[in-house]
């Protein structure tokens, strides 16, 4: 099976920045469907950004985009998540997660989630 391993939350003041990461064990991400969601207490988790190949296009919800970019290192096998102008509404377990195969984002693999509590 699949990997993947978030890492760089952290407890931040209102206004500044976080980068998240993600480490993928897979042979390469190249080519997948990867994304971050998130999860905030009371709340049903929801998507926070993807990386869709076969257009070539990078998606994000209404509330974080302008805010939020995703980008992977392929050499890496990793993608991140660049948090600016953070807010409290943005506290949440964030996740980040893949396909089984290249051409769905279709989520089957996800990580244990990385904790970022914005006040």
């Known amino acids: 099976h699949v990997q993947l391993v978030e890492s760089g939350g952290e407890s931040v003041q209102a206004g500044l920045s976080l980068k998240l990461s993600c480490a993928v064990s897979?042979?390469?991400?190249?080519?997948?469907?990867m994304a971050w969601f998130r999860q905030a207490p009371g709340k049903e988790r929801e998507g926070v950004a993807s990386i869709y190949p076969p257009w070539d296009s990078l998606y994000y919800a209404d509330a974080m985009e302008g805010r939020f970019t995703i980008s992977q290192d392929v050499d890496k096998n990793a993608i991140y998540l660049e948090m600016d102008g953070l807010k409290s509404e943005d506290t949440a377990m964030y996740y980040c997660?893949?396909?089984?195969?290249?051409?769905?984002?279709?989520?089957?693999?996800w990580g244990q989630g990385t904790q970022v509590t914005v006040s």
């Open positions: 997660a893949a396909p089984v195969m290249m051409g769905s984002c279709d989520f089957r693999y």
């Open positions: 897979r042979n390469t991400i190249a080519g997948y469907c």
